[in-house]
């Protein structure tokens, strides 16, 4: 739960960084919503995962002429295959999922992750559930009531892509953590990005849709806004990593929940929607419970191993 050794404690900048990370997401959701109205989504995906290949590359690969370490290499090959895919499906269920719901409920919906990782410990791992964590958990789910409102026909079906998101993010959370901390991060970031843009590459090949010309067609405005978007999720990651070599996890990941109030505002920037007083209520309610549930994982977990920003941020994007 502390900043990694050798690293200098500077938690306000750490917070910083995790605030910038936090506005680079919801930046990025945007830009997906937006581009999925003029763009089929899997070429937005493929966009998003292929930049951040591209950028941690020539990083990596600067680093190496400096006379740095060969962050190329991993040391667990299948982790990073495994973690590459979880976060890829993540990501589709999240882009697909966007185009139906506002970014602010999507994004809050979608943050159930850490409440979510607790059920799936219980069921599959037989983790015991302590009080305080089955009060998260059901509060966390109360939360998501309220946003959505059962009955009242604001969302209806469109609900489960977020609740999709937080699932497939919380079996990847569950999935890998026993193995963080076991490779070097700017190595994982970059590897996600390759996996990605491979899987996506090939399933393009293989599909009907002639991407070359849909591109070739896209006006400036759309491909600036397709290389913001894959700009933002490398960045957003980025500045986790370099803010877990500043402060302890325990202070930054309580701030990692400003998504939601940057998603409201780029969600109401680029289509004049704001949440009603309840979806603001529901949001609050699943910040509360789902920053508890990352507290208690830390707390719980850091006498036993080292425990990685991807274990606890709630967000995938």
């Not at 006379?67 to 667990?76: D, I, P, Q, Y």
């Not at 939360?143 to 977020?162: E, H, K, N, Q, Y």
Request: charge should be positive.
């Amino acid at each position: 739960m502390s900043a990694p050794a050798g690293g200098a404690a500077r938690p306000a900048l750490g917070v910083g960084l995790v605030l910038a990370m936090a506005l680079c997401f919801a930046s990025l959701d945007t830009s997906a919503k937006l581009l999925g109205q003029t763009l089929p989504v899997l070429l937005v995906l493929w966009a998003r995962y292929a930049i951040q290949a591209a950028i941690m590359g020539v990083w990596l690969a600067a680093r190496r002429l400096r006379g740095g370490a060969n962050l190329f290499a991993s040391a667990h090959p299948r982790f990073q295959l495994l973690r590459g895919v979880l976060l890829l499906i993540t990501s589709a269920l999240l882009y697909y999922g966007i185009q139906h719901m506002p970014v602010a409920e999507f994004t809050a919906l979608g943050m159930l992750s850490p409440v979510l990782v607790t059920v799936m410990a219980a069921l599959f791992l037989s983790e015991p559930v302590s009080a305080a964590r089955g009060l998260l958990v059901v509060g966390g789910f109360v939360g998501a009531l309220i946003v959505v409102r059962p009955g009242s026909g604001l969302f209806g079906w469109v609900a489960l892509w977020p609740l999709g998101v937080a699932a497939t993010y919380a079996g990847f959370q569950l999935l890998t953590r026993r193995l963080a901390g076991h490779e070097h991060p700017l190595t994982t970031h970059f590897y996600t990005g390759l996996v990605g843009t491979a899987i996506v590459t090939a399933i393009l090949w293989v599909s009907p849709l002639q991407a070359a010309p849909v591109l070739a067609a896209a006006p400036p405005a759309t491909w600036a806004l397709l290389v913001a978007a894959g700009v933002f999720g490398t960045a957003g990651h980025l500045c986790l990593i370099l803010a877990v070599g500043l402060a302890p996890l325990a202070v930054l990941m309580p701030f990692t929940y400003a998504q939601l109030a940057f998603a409201a505002f780029t969600g109401w920037l680029a289509f004049g929607h704001l949440p009603d007083g309840w979806a603001v209520l529901g949001m609050v309610v699943i910040a509360v419970c789902g920053a508890g549930s990352v507290w208690l994982n830390l707390r719980d977990g850091a006498a036993a191993r080292r425990i990685d920003a991807s274990d606890a941020a709630p967000t995938a994007d």
